[in-house]
C-alpha cells in the first residue's frame, strides 16, 4: 500500500476508534446502539471533512510527516480547524437532530491522540522497520540532492548504504541485497548482463537518475533530457478527452469565482483607483499555449509603470508594491482577473505558469529545452507554483522549469485535483 493512502487510513482509524470510545463512555455502555444511529450519519460527513482538512494542511505530505516543531503546530491547528468545522456543521445543519457539544470536544481530542500517535507508530516503522537499501552509483549535484532526501527523511523507509562512484564495486558488494534499490548516474545499458540478472532476481529496482529524480523528488532534471526522452516521453495528442473535461471545468469555476469575488474585485479597484489614480488592471503580455503571446490581466499592486526595468525580478518586500497592492496579494485578490484568461482560453486552471515574453526570452538561451513548457496550456497554478517558492532569479527558474517538466510528463485529473486542494492550503496558510 502506498504510505501516503497508510497514513489516511490510520487517520480514518483513528476518527472511529475515537467515535466508540467516545460514545461509549457518555452513554454509559459498549458500542451504544442508539446513539450510533443517531450520530453515525453526521459524524461520517465529519469524518471526511477532517480527512480533508488534514489534506489542506499538508499533514498527507511524507516530507512534512517529520516530528518536527513546525509539523506539530500544522497539527495542532488543524485540528483547531476540525473543531471549528464540526460547530458550522452541527449549528448551521439542523436536520442532523443532534448538536453535541461535549462530544465534540471529546471526538476532536480523541482524534487527535490516536492520530498523533498512529503517526508516531508510521514514521518509526517507516524509518527503521520497513525500509529498502539504497545505493547511489556516480557522482553529481543530482545525485547529491538525492543522498540529502534519503539522509533528511528517513520516513521514506530508504536506507542508505552505499555512495560511490565505482561501478563495478557497487555491484560487487551490493548485487545480492534483497529488494534493494540501484539508482546509476550512467545508462544501465553499461551494467552487464550478469549483474543485472542478479539484480532483477533480488527483487532489486533498477533506476537511472531521471527517473529516480521522478519517483522521489517529484522532478525531471533537465540534463538528463534528450530528444528520444521527449519523443518517448510527451505526447499531448493522445489526452483529448481529458484535455474536454479539463476545458469544461475551466470554464464553469473560473465564471463561478468571478461571481464570487466581484464584490471584492470593485472594492479594491476603488481603493486601487483612488490611491494615484492609476490604470485599475495590470495588463503584460506572457507566452502561453505553443509559444502564443496572450494579454496576462491582474489587479495592479505596484506603483506606475513598474515593470519599466525589465531586468528587475519581485522580490518579498519589493518597494514598488503599493499599500493597497501589500493587502491585495496577501489576500490572492490581485490574481482573480485571470479568471478572465481562462474564459478566453489563454489560461487553464492547472499548468506552467506564463511568463514574461522578456523573461522568456533570457529562460530559452539559458535553460535547456525550456520552450516544452509551451506545449501545453499554462495555468493559473501549477506543479512547480505548489512545489518551489517564487522565482527570484534564474536558477530558481531551471529548478521550477524541472517540475512544469514533471507535470507536462504526468498530467492528468487526480494530479490536477492535487494541485487545486494544495493550492488552497497554501492560500490560507501563507
Known sequence: MNRIWLIIFGDFVAFWLSFFIVLSIRFGQL???????????????????WILCFFLFGLYDLFTIRPTIPHLKRFAFALITCFILGIFLFYLVPAF???????LLFQVIGFGIF???????????????????????GKTSYLDELYNTIKTNPQLGLSLVSYSNDLHQSLEKYANLNNAVFIFEKNTNEI??????????????????????????????IDYISQSWIVENLDTTRNFFYDFIIRIIDIIFSIIILII???????????????????????????????????????????????????VWTAKNDTRITPIGRIIRKLHIDEIPQMINILKGDLAFIGPRPEWVEFVK???????????????????????????????????????????????????????????????QIIFTH
Open 31 to 49: 458500542f451504544p446502539k442508539e446513539a450510533i444511529q443517531t450520530h453515525l450519519e453526521p459524524f461520517l460527513i465529519l469524518c471526511f471533512s
Open 362 to 424: 533570457t529562460f530559452e538561451k539559458t535553460i535547456p529545452h525550456y520552450e516544452i513548457r509551451h506545449i501545453i496550456r499554462p495555468g493559473f497554478t501549477g506543479w512547480a507554483q505548489i512545489k518551489y517558492r517564487y522565482a527570484h532569479n534564474i536558477e530558481d527558474s531551471k529548478e521550477k522549469f524541472q517540475y512544469d517538466l514533471y507535470y507536462v510528463k504526468n498530467r492528468n485529473i487526480f494530479l490536477d485535483f492535487g494541485i487545486v486542494l494544495k493550492t488552497i
Open 115 to 137: 492520530s498523533f500517535f498512529l503517526r508516531r507508530i508510521f514514521y518509526v516503522l517507516c524509518s527503521k522497520q520497513i525500509v529498502r537499501p539504497i545505493i547511489l552509483v
Open 97 to 103: 437532530g443532534i448538536s453535541p457539544k461535549t462530544n
Open 261 to 311: 469575488f466581484s464584490p471584492f474585485l470593485l472594492i479594491s479597484s476603488i481603493f486601487i483607483y483612488f490611491y494615484d489614480h492609476g490604470p485599475i488592471f495590470y495588463i503584460q503580455e506572457r507566452v502561453g499555449l505553443n509559444g502564443k503571446v496572450f494579454k496576462f490581466y491582474k489587479l495592479r499592486s505596484m506603483v506606475i509603470n513598474s515593470d519599466r526595468d525589465s531586468t
Open 192 to 221: 552487464p548482463e550478469k549483474d543485472i540478472l542478479t539484480l532483477y532476481e533480488k527483487k532489486t529496482e533498477v533506476l537511472d537518475v531521471a527517473k529516480a529524480y521522478e519517483k522521489y523528488l517529484f522532478k525531471i532534471p
